[in-house]
């Protein structure tokens, strides 16, 4: 186990599913990570970051949780360390300056 932990569990047993939980966030991640570093749309981006992470916890840990509440190595903590990087995705988007948004009256 990497010491950070693994965000996708790797008992996925179709080849399309792992695909697609691995490659479509992968690429996501790699587009939202570029923008924050080239600062461009820094806070669009750590937002959508932080909303695909909530995304990912909802659509892969959640199930695990339920399935076995018992197990804490296994699904709690996963589930517990994904929300918490996605809080951070979130409040660092809300630590951003962005355009000031004001109506015409």
Do not use: H
Not at 37 to 63: D, E, F, S
Not at 74 to 98: E, H, I, K, M, P
């Amino acid at each position: 186990m990497s010491p950070g932990g693994n965000l996708i569990p790797l008992d996925m047993t179709s080849t399309t599913l792992r695909l697609l939980f691995l490659a479509v966030p992968g690429a996501f991640f790699v587009v939202t990570g570029l923008c924050l570093i080239v600062n461009k749309k820094a806070r669009l981006a750590a937002t959508w970051l932080g909303l695909m992470i909530l995304v990912l916890v909802i659509v892969v840990y959640v199930p695990i949780v339920i399935a076995k509440p018992s197990s804490i190595g296994n699904g709690l903590n996963y589930l517990v360390d994904t929300l918490l990087l996605s809080g951070s995705a979130l409040a660092l988007a809300g630590a951003q300056r962005g355009e000031l948004m004001t109506r015409a009256a």
